[in-house]
């Protein structure tokens, strides 16, 4: 496998390195000037931009990895075909079962190449403040000003307002099949569309109140899963106007399909005129809503859409959508 | 060697001298008497009707399932005593209730004829062709289903099925095909040519071996009955809560998963024994073919990785039946219980559906290319590399999930490192074309194939494991493209390649070159343009499991749907082959048609129960091609196989 340069014998290792180089150069710098900038899911978040660039990356380093493993098959596929006439015959013995340098050098490389791409893609996690996805409780990588927003938003003195450079808290709470935000930085209002302001830090806090969803803000490249009973933050910075769309990416039973909604990104001075105009017309209904809290239980009866165990489907009670559970 | 002592005729299994079977054959031939798949089927509906009854019986009125009229104690009770009374029905138990009574058991005599592939029969060689059957019909139950979801999915908004029959569909199907290709090179390749490869006379444990079977296949009885009682909801990860939440089809999937497990444990287990212990003399861990070594790993991770498999069903069915709260977060539980215990088997069990691919691979590559496996001790080590770290990632599926958060660099590190020992494959299979003189015959296009499919898998597996790229495509179109890249794309086409490779060993009938061509070219070309474009359906934001999408996505998901219609068409040549060149007009193979130099090809046709009259001696590995001169691979002393068409020591060196 390995050069073995015999006079007036074609070295096929030598001329298949350099057409693998050729058409790796090629195929990366098209890659990357023509499609890069358009890979999904475009730049409207720091995270969204995060994993193009990650993306971009990953497919010029995994593009000659393919280009060298497909040239080596149809290249052998095309000149060793023992069907052609003057195919030499193989050679067997102890130079075939191995060759220690070519063995080595192969280890050597693919595992630089791995764990260069481990690292690169920790540091993007930590960099991007965990690249939009959930983090659970209790995130390690967030926004300067995150904790403190948060606690205000839990303690209901949370404040937001244009210019300010604060994280602005979002909750998003998943039920059997559909999604609610709620924004306690402005009396904890229940809204059934997701506006967000600008160039604005947002900490999604994802909960569920039955099963399992995912939320998935294509976009904006947020992905958290709603867990029943289980607060999953994730983070990102809007930079561009827009809308996105916002869909359930783990399957939670019947209407899975069916459970997206649309956001719209919009300006700051716009965002606050919203949520203050919302908050103002939606106070007699957020007075009924429970408390904001990280997470809810579940209605006893199932009237968040819970299960049955009776077998019998208790009817949808108004008032007490679901009870309130504070954090201990 | 008790266990082989109610054999008709005591064997001799360390091979001095022939066995007596061969002197004084006392082989019986029962047509229709006897216990066999018939008795197996009235055993499993009468243990179904008693089950049902009980069930209704100690618990009537106690937990019914919301709006299905079922409860769900009579239907585990129904499913559990149909598995029992097949076992019943089929005689699987008769040997441990006769040894418990402390007699000898009675019925375990070697069938001859077609009946023994219905039977419960011990010969590893019959037990592989059941598992052949058996894989196939789940592979082509499972692949109708697939149809369904493509059919589902020609249209955003015009819809076929209900949204509630789709996801039951997408479940099934999910499930099916999983069950199948955990089983589908082990079961039916691994119990025919492990024996043979190593040089054994049987398995270890062919007791086990045949149970083995016989539960897999009730496990398909349990998973269809899904189907009867309204399916399951939760697709093949049965995620908790939903799985709490849904019908009695979820009882099916917790327990046809639990079946399957023990099916997987018993399996891999054997296997295991058998390699370590069975192993002929000379049969050195050097000279093991790359095949056994595939299965030894994949046994491995088959005998550690299905017990908690087993648990969590087992957990799942006590929330389920007498409501207890192990997933059920509001009781104390944890639906991230559910989501750890599936994934830490699931994960490796990706890897029992890719390591037994890698090792047809590696034992069918140097046949064609007449050279010897390039760096086989490499190939060793990686797919004991792959083995050992498949127990390390599984938290990968769960990066959005909302675990520990320090969690997903580490994972993201392991998840990469698995690609080292998985690059080790792909040097192995370059190094042996490289300077080859390569024949093109149908199991070496389906193995070049694995190698273009499963590079597309495992280089998309790299962008999954990064976090910030999974971010976009955890849960998505492109994930699945994934992994049917790296199980179909990989494990299926290498099982075809075994197939097409094998059979002719398995059945003394050559396979139809033209019509292998057909369904190989239709095979590949519709595979790549079913799934290629649903990596970019899945960048473009399509979750899995949807029922309708963006109808922007239209023209790519029809594309892909055509596709799929074309490669379930393939199949259909796959059938017309074996139907035409195993029973409407079949021609007898050659002794050795690939001039393969391994030991399986170098026992009689049809192969004796025993394999081998005298335990052959292993000289050397059997990747001696293109060598003049080679060592002769094995000593068969000086009685050769009377009907042998291959004599062994002439095939050895003489290579083209």
Known sequence: MAPETTQGETNHFRRIVYIWIALSVVADLLFWFLVGPHVPPGRMTSSAQGDQLDFNILFVIGLPVLIGVWEWLAYAAFNWNAKKKDAPESVGGPKAWGNKRTEVSWIIVTSVVVVCLACFGIVELVVLQGAGGGEGPNPIWYPHGAIQAETAALAGTGTWSPNSNDVLPVQVIAQQWKF?????????????????????????????????????????????????????????????????????SELCGLWHGAMFNYGTVVSQAAFEKWATATEAANAANTKDLPPFAWTYVPDANGAAGGYYPDGNVTPYSPVEIYGAKQPS | MTISAERPTEVNDMGDGPPDFIAQPKLRRHGLLGQHLGTAIIGGFLGYILGHWLGNYIASGYPYIANSGQNSIAVLLALALMVLGWLIGIGALNYPFAKMLGREAKGEVEYQGWTRYFRYNLDHKVVGIQYVVGVLVFFFTGGLLAMAIRTELLNPTVHVFSADTY????????????????????????????????????????????????????GYLVIFSALFFGGFPTGWTGYAPLQTQAGPGMISYLFGFAIISIGMMAAGFNLAVTIINYRAPGMTWSRVPIFVWSIIATAALLTLASPVLLAAGLFGILDKTVQTAFYVTEHGGSSYLWENLFWFFGHPEVYIMALPGFGIVGEILPVFARKPLF??????????????????????????????????????????????????????????????????????????????????????????????????????????????????????????????????????????????????????????????????????????????????????????????????????????????????????????????????????????????????????????????????????????????????????????
Request: charged share 10%.
């Open chain 2, 375 to 656: 760096a086989y001790r490499i190939a060793a080590a990686g797919m004991i590399g792959v083995a050992l770290l498949s127990f390390f990632v599984w938290q990968h599926h769960l990066f959005q999930s909302g675990i520990n958060p320090d969690m997903r660099p580490l994972f993201m590190l392991t998840t990469e490192l698995i690609s080292i020992p998985t690059g080790f494959i792909f040097l192995v299979g370059m190094g042996t074309l490289y300077k080859a003189r390569i024949r093109y015959e149908v199991p070496m296009l389906f193995c070049m194939a694995v190698y273009f499919n499963f590079l597309i898998g495992g280089v998309s597996g790299v962008f999954l494991s990064d976090v910030p790229v999974n971010v976009t495509v955890h849960g998505g179109f492109f994930v699945l493209s994934h992994f049917h890249y790296t199980i179909m794309g990989g494990l299926i086409f290498a099982f075809f390649a075994g197939l097409y490779f094998w059979l002719p060993k398995m059945t003394g009938k050559k396979m139809n070159k033209k019509l292998g061509l057909w369904h190989f070219w239709t095979m590949f070309v519709f595979f790549n343009l079913t799934f290629f474009p649903m990596f970019i359906i899945g960048l473009l934001g399509q979750p899995r499991r949807v029922f309708t999408y963006a109808k922007n996505l239209q023209t790519l998901n029809d594309f892909s749907s055509i596709s799929a219609f074309l490669l379930g068409a393939s199949f259909l040549i796959f059938v017309a082959n074996i139907m035409w060149s195993q029973f409407i007009s079949p021609e007898k193979s050659p002794a050795n048609p690939w001039d393969s130099l391994g030991l399986e090809w170098q026992t009689a046709t049809p192969i004796p129960i025993y394999n081998f009259e005298r335990i052959p001696v292993i000289m050397t590995d059997p990747y001696h091609y293109s060598e003049p001169g080679a060592p002769a691979l094995a000593d068969f002393g000086q009685a050769t196989m009377a009907a042998s068409a291959s004599p062994p020591s002439s095939s050895t060196s003489a290579d083209q």
């Open chain 1, 180 to 248: 609610t935000y709620r924004y306690p930085t402005f009396g904890g209002f229940e809204s059934p569309e997701l506006i967000l302001p600008d160039d604005t830090s947002i900490a999604f806090n994802v909960t569920s109140l039955d099963v399992i969803h995912s939320f998935w803000a294509y976009q904006l490249e947020v992905k958290a899963d709603a867990n029943p009973l289980e607060n999953n933050v994730a983070f990102t910075r809007t930079q561009q106007l827009g809308n996105f769309v916002v869909r359930c």
């Open chain 2, 167 to 218: 996801i039951k569909i997408v479940s099934e199907h999910g499930t099916i095909m999983m069950m199948m290709a955990s089983s589908v090179v082990v079961g039916p390749l691994g119990n025919y040519f492990v024996p043979l490869m190593i040089g054994a006379r049987r398995m270890a444990f062919p007791r086990i071996e045949a149970f083995s079977f016989w539960i897999f296949s009730a």
